[in-house]
């Protein structure tokens, strides 16, 4: 019996600490991105492949030919309304419907594709401005996608997403990249601006602070449980 409530009193133990250094690492928080000095303005985002060399191991192989495209769509325009309709919506509603395993990374990526899908239609219903949609193409197909919000005082990415199919581990066809680079494109755009900073509302603080972004303190951050 005492073994037992030992056992028990470390499965417990061991489950906490599990519990702590997961939400440590994909916490839900604003993180942001000072761009008086931007470190990565010279970096070349290319996209990439994963294959696998003659022992079998995975290894990253660049594209030297080809790079990802970007576009930006004003949705105070109805013209860009109009694209974004066109090119962009099909690519995040077929995004949506990805048949993924549950609680992978490309299942994320499908779930985000509709939120975003799903905002940008909320905002355009109720006539919310200072809205635009970064894409990045790869070979004329979308890889990715941001949408940000530029009326706040800091300019707030509200989410960012990737082509779900390029996510899963180990596979050697589809494209990757196209979230860094777009990211990398968005921070090089709002620099060329004049701006000193951005934020987003992280759900991956490591994918970011990897890349730069530090972790926004409480006081500075908005209440609640993320952007609507």
Known sequence: MKFKNIFFGFLRTLLLIIAFYSSALYADQYMFLDLRDYPYTTHD???????RDEAGNVIKVPDTRNSFQFKTYNLDLKEDVALYRKE???????WKKYDAPPDSEPESAARLSGRME???ERDLASNASSREVYVATYKGNVEAVSYVNDGTLVPEINTLVANPEGM???Q????????????????????AKGEVKIRLYSINDEYYA??????EPKEEGACGSGPI
Request: aromatic share 16%; charged share 20%.
């Open 210 to 215: 990897s890349r730069g972004w530090q972790v």
């Open 45 to 51: 985002f290319r996209p990439y492949f994963f294959d």
């Open 88 to 94: 962009v919506r099909p690519t995040l509603l077929e």
């Open 172 to 191: 050697t066809t589809d494209v990757k990249g196209g979230g860094s680079a777009l990211l990398d494109n968005i921070a090089q755009e709002y620099q």
């Open 118 to 120: 799903g905002i940008i």
């Open 168 to 170: 899963f581990e180990g």
